[in-house]
């Protein structure tokens, strides 16, 4: 199987079984320092909070966590 192909299929099942949160940023734990790196962040999730990766947030920024089993997998920018 290709990249691609394995990569849709992997992004199906995310979709599919995924539970979405909405929440706000509320701190940076870590700096990608280079291209490949993401940052890491803490969220507040309907009061609880999580560490997340994902790349260019800034503190208050409304996000959205895809949880696949009780795990962060997926954080988009706004509440979608």
Known sequence: MT???IFKIWFTLLTIFTT???GYVIE?????????????????????LHEVETDDL????????YFFLD???RTLYGWR
């Not at 940076?28 to 609880?48: F, K, P």
């Not at 800034?58 to 966590?65: I, L, P, R, Y």
């Open 3 to 5: 990249n691609a192909i």
């Open 20 to 22: 979405p949160v909405h």
């Open 28 to 48: 940076q734990t870590y700096e990608g320092c280079y291209e490949n790196q993401n940052d890491y962040y803490i969220v507040n999730l309907d009061g609880e």
């Open 58 to 65: 800034q503190v208050g920024d409304e996000v959205t966590v």
């Open 71 to 73: 795990e962060p997998v």
